[in-house]
């Protein structure tokens, strides 16, 4: 399998607190790849990165043959990374079908549109003209993840899909994975619930204090190790 | 009747007003940026037309033709070339080169155009009233000009409401930084945001000379209306800031009829006790 | 006392030194420039200190300067108060005004402010323009009795109004100098660079910005009485005149490096310097200095000191303490 995107040795800043350190980082068409690890890890700075939100000029990322670091997010977002952001980040003026729409702006082929997303998730359909500042969480989720859906990405990054989502609502929109992976599309999810990460991930890569403490194929990863990457604990049987 | 006339000639004279704000309103729904060389923009497409009439001979109307254009293309650049690199957290920047602008625009029209009064004519249309009876009557070009004001807002909410770039003007007016995950180039929608201002500037400009007196001085004053009709009628709403350009204009026209120097300073009262009374303005923008 | 100290200690003592025997050694022409160096200076304070250290941009400054014009030609000659009374109480009430008007201008933030507080400087003007006891819309000169009772002769109200205009201009750096060291001005540095974070702090924003306000209108009322004193007429346009009390004010402050106690300074001396070469190409001029400020916030929005600085970090009045140990 070739790799998609990689990140090697990256680092990344907010003005000058350091957030990322040396982070080594691939995935590969089709792949559905989990990133876990406590607040502050470093999770969601890592997809900033991917998306172009926090420039990281002079590090090495590539997607598709690109040089990421060169691109500002507008046209990262034409290049084919996609993100439901953490907190959702709808457009309040907008209404649910619009808020969808503006997600096709980049107007890439494939096989996402409007019907699509609403098939997906047929509760869209019957909310359309809704302003989306009035659905509950969970269907404020399922149009972040359809308006991310719309621009038809090779990658699709989900940030904190299922924070403050109850149990019954995080499975239904896990639910929707499989559809989403079967036109080969890539996903990136960063995910508190590390058992739903192993569930729904091919690998798996475990942030610490802004390092990658853990690496490996999620079916395989020992649970204990996962919760010594995830806590910084010293490993007892090391 | 004098005073219902007062009234009626206040309203279109509103209309003018809300033309003056719809450009300021939309500069600061979408990019939160006031332009202090606003009226100073107007005045110049007032000398444009001018210029225009000058050259060709034609009726002021014409001018909307190559000036409203002009400025729309002019708005972009300026936007993506200047101004794009002073939006941001800070403020202080984009006050301070807006008003230095203003006051190189005012003094390059003193030059150019002298400190004299000007007023183009539209031939027997300056004169054109149509009778409403009872000694009533509204003069054509006043007329003329609150149905301008309409039509540019109701067409801007069309935009807003039914087309792509509305669409996305609106999502980056939420939120600039979500917008850019998007595929959107906030840049070059700001220019575009600025684009549609500029070319309502050119509107009121062409549209204020042939309806009255200017002079290269006269900016800053149609600034100060414009925010009045923006801050009465509530931000973010286009159909309130005409109901603000009204509520103005029929202010200063029963000031003027008390006494003509109450003329202006009526319709700064009204806006000050409005400010006091609803500061968030009479129609502000229902959010959800 | 650091050698840096005891030089600047001497050059402040030799420039105030020189500046207080002005009316021995300057000529009448030489002094009613330094009059106009000083007010324009202590008004680019003002802002700056309005602007660059409480973010309240205004643009309608002149609404006190014009204030005090009138209330000073106001209690001289409808109330018989002596003129060197009549300046502070001018002061006095200018700032009184000032709390209903900050009352209003406050609604608005930001922007708007700016604006907002350029309508109510406006309307001022128009209703003083209104008042037929002082002369409407032309204007009203003070009648020569009482300019007579000034002074002996016309070099002591000369030299008078000289010394006054000097004090005014040095309490108003150096308080503000002071201001910036205490713990105010620590607040207000907070505020500047992050207005939750320094609510969170525990500094009351508002209330600061507020008291700021109607302080420093007061003291811009002095300032707007002593040079409506000098010019003996006070007419609505020039009193509350745009272009003259914010427009100049604020170039000086852009240019010379907004923020900083030795911007306007640096400002006034240029602004002065450009005005004597080219104050003869009339509104050329002015679009000149336009593009100057222009330019200077899109290059170097710190200013001409902010250049200066780039090159060689100096400080005139130190704001923060250093521990020389």
Known sequence: ?238 | MEWINAILQGILLGGLYALFAAGLSLMFGIMRFVNLAHGDFIIAAAFLTLVFVDLTGLSPLWAIVPIVPAMMVAGYIGQRVVLNRLSGKDLLPSILVTFGLSVILQNLMLETFSADSRRVSAGALDTAAIPLGGGLAVGVIPLLLFVSAIAVIALLNWIFAHTAVGRQLRATSDDPETVSLMGINKKHLFAIAMSLASGVVALAGVLLAVKTNFDPAAGPVRLLFAFEAVIIGGLGSLWGTLAGGVILGVAQGLGAKIDPGMQILAGHIVFLIILVLRPQGLFPKQRG | MSTQNMFRLGLFALIIGALLLGPYWASRGTMRLLIEVFYFLALAQIWNLLAGYSGLISVGQQAFVGLGGYLIFSLAMFAGVPVLVGLPLAGLLTALIAWPTAFVAFRLSGPYFAIGTWVIAEVYRLVFAQIPALGGGSGISLPANIVKAMASSRSARESMTYWIALGIMLAVVLGIWALMRSRVGLSLSAMRDDDEAAISVGVETRKLKFLIYIVTAGITGLIGALIFLQKLRVTPDAAFSVNEWSVLVIFIVVIGGIGTLEGPILGIILFFVLREFLADLGSWYMVILGTVSVVIILVEPKGLWGLIQRWKPVSLFPVTRRSDG
């Open chain 1, 1 to 238: 399998m070739t790799d998609l995107l990689t990140a090697s040795s990256l680092d990344a800043f907010y003005g000058d607190f350091q957030a990322l350190f040396g982070v080594n980082f691939r995935i590969s068409e089709g792949e559905s790849v989990a990133l876990i690890g406590a607040n502050g890890a470093g999770k969601s700075t890592f997809l900033k990165v991917l998306t172009g939100l926090l420039p990281v000029p002079g590090q090495s990322l590539t997607f598709d043959g690109t040089d990421l670091t060169q691109h500002p997010a507008h046209e990262i977002a034409k290049l084919g990374i996609a993100m439901s952001p953490e907190g959702r980040r709808l457009f309040p003026s907008l209404s649910v079908r619009e808020n969808l729409l503006l997600g096709a702006t980049v107007a890439r082929e494939g096989p996402w549109n409007l019907q699509a997303v609403e098939d997906l998730f047929p509760i869209l359909t019957e909310k359309a003209n809704t302003p989306s500042t009035l659905l509950s969480g969970g269907q404020q989720q399922m149009v972040a993840i359809g308006r991310a859906l719309m621009a038809n990405p090779k990658i699709l990054l989900l940030d904190e899909v299922s924070l403050g989502l109850a149990p019954v609502i995080i499975r239904d929109i896990y639910s929707a994975l499989p559809r989403i992976r079967e036109n080969g599309t890539s996903v990136i999810l960063v995910e508190q619930d590390i058992g739903q990460a192993v569930a729904v991930s091919d690998r798996l890569y475990c942030l610490q204090e802004g390092r990658i403490s853990l690496e490996g194929p999620s079916a395989t990863l020992d649970r204990a190790d996962i919760s010594a990457a995830y806590f910084g604990r010293k490993k007892e049987h090391a």
